[in-house]
């Protein structure tokens, strides 16, 4: 193979190294990938202004609905399941709030299956960026603020309409319970974009575990059967999103019975499963085969 | 360069095959003969079919089957190949978007499976059919996006846009939304993405596939013009012949995931026995040409057409023709690729008897 002729001038493209990424430790390497992506998506949704307002109006108005549904409930009844309107509130704020983060983040992750299908995933990847910073970015929509302000509302009211025991643990607690959780459906998310590889139309699949995941921690546990519980508790850990830290803030059992130190493990529980979908995405993306052409 | 010696020793221990002549080389990048070296490169792909009710036949397709070549650095290659023969899943595993499932494979030294971000860097890519542009927004934002995710200093990409708004006549498009864009401004606006990082080799998966004539034009010479000055490697895979001969010096052909060819054009019509056609407009209806080295294939009222060796140069013939007949127009037709493919693979076949060979002859030189 050698004696081909090859041009004289080779090598003349390369007067400036690209080496390493400045500093570039993965984790920020990843946020700033994410920033740019981000950028290029909220300059296109600019590109329809009144599609933009019209989309956040539905938003604010949809989301709004979810909770009028309890206060509606509430209506009829004066506790569900032995909880009272305000600790349902604080619930549904912790989880509604958690979820809202987490969808504003990386909820378009369920457009992965048609960015393969259609081939354009290819184009991501020949990027000097990461892949799941630029997924996760991807179809990134401001409108989805809504939700994280209609979280935020009802958690606010119930805070200050609650009736708790308020010690300097159980004040932390929440934040930590609202970040952990957000971390948590983050990891869902992440978890069903590497689902949608081995099946590229499994979007509904995950939207089952991350949209019918935060509609079931909108109500007490006390409702719901025990084996139901149970798996969400050991099997998809949503209950540590707001079941377990809001139980003892509230002074009641937690569920299962779990003892009380088990409501600070928040943190741990979604650390773990965020190094499970890592896993799980480091997999798929290796058993990436592409579209035909 | 090498950051972690551990996870490409092998690469290193094969730059050391032919350091002649390689001076300045950056360390761990092979010697100026092999940019891109593919050896033995392979990719199965597991294929379930529904059989029945729950029930799934499982069976495995080789898109690629065990290739080898070297392009060295600023080489122009073609890459040619009928539907389905694995020329995209080459392209796939050489930019690191697919894993390959056996063989050995290296770009400017990288492994493009382990080391695909590092190697992003250095490569530029261009899909005919999709684009990478931010449909949109104006073009000149796809722009930015690639200079700040490139890390491309600002000179340089000042520069650089200068230069290839320039050759590729970008400058009346740059605000105007890639959505309006034509199919021909889009892709020329895609290829100038594709170097605005200067990459050292640039893929291009069908870059003219639905432009017209001019269009086509302008893109092949810039491609031209950007592998002669800057010494740009290009691999470009296309169904157009044109665009090989008008780029190409070297081309190879793959065909059922196998190299069938690898060397000049000239080489596969020869390879092929490949036949050009000669069309003749008479000036009235007459019995077939005869003509020594032709034979007719048709004829239809004044209009003959004959065949001929492409080896065979064509001027004779016509000044033949044009002494014996009463000759009014004539063409001269370019084989299809597909057809020399087509009629190589067969004659492959034939002479491999069952086609277990491990090889072609003559497709590695």
Redesign the interface.
């Known amino acids: 193979?050698?004696g081909?002729?090859?041009?004289?001038?080779?090598?003349?493209?390369?007067?400036?190294t690209?080496?390493p990424?400045?500093g570039g430790s993965r984790l920020t390497e990843s946020l700033r990938?994410y920033r740019?992506?981000a950028g290029?998506w909220i300059?296109?949704t600019m590109?329809?202004r009144t599609s933009f307002a019209l989309t956040v109006v539905g938003n604010l108005l949809i989301t709004g609905l979810d909770f009028a549904t309890i206060l509606l409930m509430f209506a009829q009844v004066d506790s569900l399941g032995g909880w009272s309107l305000p600790e349902v509130a604080l619930l549904y704020g912790v989880s509604a709030t958690a979820f809202g983060v987490a969808d504003l983040v990386m909820g378009s992750m369920d457009v992965l299956g048609g960015r393969m299908r259609?081939?354009?995933f290819?184009?991501l990847?020949?990027?000097?960026?990461?892949v799941l910073a630029q997924v996760a970015a991807d179809h990134f929509a401001l409108r989805r603020l809504g939700r994280i302000t209609q979280g935020a509302l009802v958690l606010g009211w119930g805070l200050v309409s609650v009736d708790a025991d308020w010690s300097p643990v159980k004040v932390l607690l929440l934040p930590v319970a609202v970040l952990s959780g957000a971390a948590l459906f983050g990891a869902l998310f992440v978890a069903g974009a590497s689902f949608q590889f081995v099946a590229q139309d499994a979007a509904e699949v995950q939207n089952a575990f991350t949209y019918g995941g935060t509609t079931l921690l909108q109500y007490p546990p006390s409702v719901f059967g025990r084996d139901l519980v149970r798996s969400v508790t050991c099997l998809v850990p949503l209950a540590f999103v707001n079941w377990v830290p809001v139980s003892y803030v509230l002074d009641r059992p937690l569920p299962l019975g779990l003892p009380a130190w088990t409501a600070a493990v928040s943190p741990v529980v979604a650390g773990v499963c965020c190094a499970l979908a890592g896993l799980a995405w480091r997999t798929a993306l290796?058993?990436?085969?592409?579209t035909?052409? | 360069?090498d950051g972690t010696p551990g996870a490409h020793g092998d690469a290193d221990a094969d730059v050391c095959r032919?350091v002649d002549g390689a001076e300045g080389?950056a360390v761990g990048e092979p010697a100026?003969?092999?940019f891109v070296e593919v050896d033995g490169l392979e990719k199965v792909?597991p294929v379930r079919r529904r059989t029945g009710f729950l029930k799934r036949e499982r069976r495995e397709v080789r898109a690629v089957d065990g290739i080898s070549?070297?392009v060295?650095?600023?080489?122009?290659v073609g890459y040619i190949g009928p539907n389905?023969a694995g020329k995209?899943?080459t392209i796939?595993m050489l930019?690191?978007?697919?894993?390959p499932s056996g063989g050995r494979l290296r770009v400017a030294g990288i492994d493009p499976?382990r080391e695909?971000?590092?190697l992003?860097?250095?490569?530029g890519?261009v899909?005919g059919?999709?684009t990478?542009l931010?449909?949109?927004?104006p073009l000149i934002?796809s722009y930015r996006?690639m200079h700040?995710?490139?890390?491309?200093?600002d000179a340089?990409y000042r520069e650089n846009l200068d230069r290839l708004v320039e050759l590729l006549g970008l400058s009346d498009l740059l605000n105007v939304?890639v959505r309006q864009l034509s199919l021909g401004q889009r892709m020329r606006g895609d290829i100038a993405a594709a170097l605005l990082?200067?990459?050292?080799v640039l893929y291009l998966?069908e870059p003219t596939i639905g432009l017209d004539v001019v269009s086509k034009a302008r893109v092949r010479e810039f491609l031209r013009e950007v592998?002669?000055?800057?010494?740009?490697t290009v691999l470009l895979t296309t169904h157009d012949l044109q665009d090989i001969e008008q780029l190409c010096?070297?081309v190879m052909v793959i065909d059922h995931g196998r190299l069938m060819y690898d060397g000049a054009l000239a080489g596969l019509h020869e390879a092929g026995e490949s036949e050009r056609t000669l069309v003749v407009d008479l000036e009235r209806e007459l019995p077939p040409v005869r003509v020594p080295g032709t034979r007719v294939v048709r004829v239809e009222g004044p209009r003959q057409w004959l065949a001929f060796p492409s080896s065979q140069s064509a001027a004779p013939l016509v000044a033949r023709v044009a002494a014996e007949y009463p000759l009014v127009d004539l063409s001269v037709r370019e084989p299809d690729i597909e057809t020399v493919i087509a009629k190589m693979y067969a004659e492959r076949s034939d002479e491999r008897g069952d086609g277990a060979g491990v090889d072609t002859p003559g497709a590695?030189?």
């Open positions: 193979m050698t081909r002729p090859v041009a004289e001038c080779a090598a003349a493209a390369r007067p400036w690209p080496e990424a400045p990938t740019l992506v290029m300059r296109s590109a329809y259609d081939g354009s290819d184009t990847l020949v990027r000097p960026a990461p290796r058993s990436y085969r592409s035909g052409s | 360069m032919d080389r100026g003969g092999a792909f070549f070297t060295g650095r600023g080489e122009m389905g995209s899943t796939k930019t690191g978007i697919l894993v499976a695909r971000t590092r992003a860097r250095r490569i890519v899909f059919q999709r990478t931010w449909w949109d927004l934002d996006l700040r995710m490139y890390r491309i200093p340089r939304p990082h200067d990459p050292e998966d592998n002669a000055e800057r010494g740009t010096r070297r590695v030189r």
